[in-house]
């Protein structure tokens, strides 16, 4: 069964970086469903999901990585561009403020009314 999350993961990172993000959510939904506190596999599902402009369940995954991974920077600013997108500018500025904080990085702040 390893050798098949492996593979599915494999297949998945390849159709993402490919563009081809539907394709990569068919093969990273099962990996992340079999294994649900896989932090690594649900951030890239998150981010296909981001890419192919589903943000509702963008919104999910990434809210669920943020649950199991606090300290994740790169969810709070996933997190915040998809809120963005979703013209949830308050929501969004929160996780852009913990995204500069975790990172200590300000240009994350810049350009962005929070």
Known sequence: ME?????????GQQYFEERNYRGAIRALKPVVDET??????????????YHAALLKP??????????REPTEYYAHL??????????????AGK???I?????????LLEGHTL
Request: proline letters at 2%.
């Open 3 to 11: 050798d098949m999350r492996a593979l599915s993961y494999g297949l």
């Open 36 to 49: 649900p506190d896989d932090v690594g596999t649900r951030l890239l599902l998150a981010r296909a999901y």
């Open 58 to 67: 963008a919104e999910e995954q990434l809210l669920e990585v943020i649950e």
């Open 78 to 91: 996933m997190l915040a561009r998809t809120l963005e997108r979703q013209s949830r500018r308050d929501e």
């Open 95 to 97: 996780h852009r403020r």
């Open 99 to 107: 995204a500069a904080a975790l990172t200590g990085d300000d240009e």
